[in-house]
């Protein structure tokens, strides 16, 4: 069974950091691309970032670009998103996606980050 | 950069009922990167369709997918009442840099 179990989430203040992490298991992880996804409380869905099976290619949203670094262990079935400078418009439940083909196969659960002062 | 459109921003049916959702594109897509998602309350996403036409494992056969260029439909054949949710529509532009898009979701609820 594939699960995606987000961690590293929490309350930070405008300008602050934080670090997720993602475990994956009931796959190969090292053949997959993966992606973070967030959703602000009562809102839709924001694509954030991607990385590739080897971690060589890694695309951001504009929102993030700059910001945010998203990096991966295949070794450790692990993926992190590194948030730097963080504004109160991060504020979102951020999923780890398993993608496959352009199409966000599976979720996990979520990690709430709340920015504010 | 693309941008969906979904139609209607809720549909308010009852179960038995025909569930008919657009989704429409700013620009020409490829039929192959359009995918449909549900949303219950406190759960993450679920793929519904992919490919605009293909459903996912485990996902039953009254849901199905259609459409092509900028026009995309997700229907549901006759509402269940696990099917109240909220419906995004997503596509995925190959280009140098990948770009991932969302419809802002319809709202199905029980009239």
Redesign the interface.
């Known amino acids: 069974e594939v699960q995606l179990v987000e961690s590293g989430g929490g309350l930070v203040k405008p300008g602050e950091s934080l670090r997720l992490s993602c475990a994956a298991s009931g796959f190969t992880f090292s053949t997959y691309s993966m ?1 973070w996804v967030r959703q602000a409380p009562g809102r ?4 954030v970032s ?1 990385i590739d099976s080897r971690g060589d290619r890694i ?1 951001y949203a504009d929102s993030v670009r700059g910001r945010f670094s998203f990096s991966r262990d295949n070794a450790k079935n692990s993926l992190y998103l590194q948030m730097k400078s963080l504004r109160a418009e991060d504020t979102a439940l951020y ?1 780890c996606v398993r993608l ?11 990690a709430l980050v709340t920015v504010s002062s | 950069e693309i941008v969906l459109t979904q139609s209607p921003g809720t549909l308010s049916l009852s179960p038995g009922e025909r569930a008919t959702l657009s989704c429409r594109a700013s620009q020409t897509i490829d039929s192959k990167y359009l995918a449909w998602y549900q949303q219950k309350p406190g759960q993450a996403p679920r793929l519904l369709i992919y490919g605009t036409n293909r459903r996912a494992i485990g996902i039953p056969d009254r849901f199905s997918g259609s459409g092509s260029g900028t026009d995309f439909t997700l229907t549901i054949s006759r509402l269940e009442p696990e099917d109240f949710a909220i419906y995004y529509c997503q596509q995925y532009g190959n280009g140098n840099s990948p770009r991932y898009s969302f419809g802002q979701g319809t709202n199905v609820e029980i009239k």
């Open positions: 992606a839709g869905l924001e694509w991607s695309y999923h496959l083909n352009g199409y966000y196969e599976y979720w996990g659960q979520g």
